[in-house]
């Protein structure tokens, strides 16, 4: 056993119990641990997020450069379109990035209380036709 192991991402918010409900809808998971200032869930995939109370947190606000990216998030899906409509739907919205097209397609987005998470679309793992 490593002595040290990757533990889980935490992202502090003024109200972890919201934040919580939103990734909990978004990455059909469950709540594994909860207390008066934390709440920890795990995605149906295993990936483990908690999100701790800090009354005072200020989002990050990218993509503008004060209290610019800290860190985010990104997740894996297979249709961009239906992604964004879920996550329109729980709260999140989407940000207008505007940054030049790369080798993935992606989308980026805030949460309820401002983080900012990419969408990205998987590569096919078949072989080309033709």
């Known amino acids: ?9 935490v992202l502090d918010c003024a ?7 939103f990734y909990t809808e978004l990455l059909d998971a469950e709540e594994t641990d909860a207390s008066a200032n934390r709440v920890e869930i795990r995605g149906a995939d295993g990936t483990r997020l908690a999100f701790r109370r800090d009354v ?11 209290n610019s990216l800290q860190a985010h998030l990104d997740f894996l ?3 961009l379109d239906e992604a964004e409509r879920k996550v329109v739907s729980l709260g999140g919205r989407p940000l207008d990035a505007k940054e030049p097209g790369g080798a993935f397609e992606e989308r980026g987005y805030a949460d309820p209380a401002g983080h900012s998470f ?10 080309k036709q033709g």
């Open 15 to 21: 109200e972890p119990e919201k934040l919580a409900a």
């Open 1 to 9: 056993m490593a002595l040290v192991q990757a533990g889980v991402v």
């Open 77 to 79: 899906v297979d249709d």
């Open 118 to 127: 990419t969408v990205r679309r998987l590569r096919s793992t078949a072989p």
């Open 56 to 66: 005072n947190a200020t989002p990050p606000s990218w993509p503008r450069p004060e």
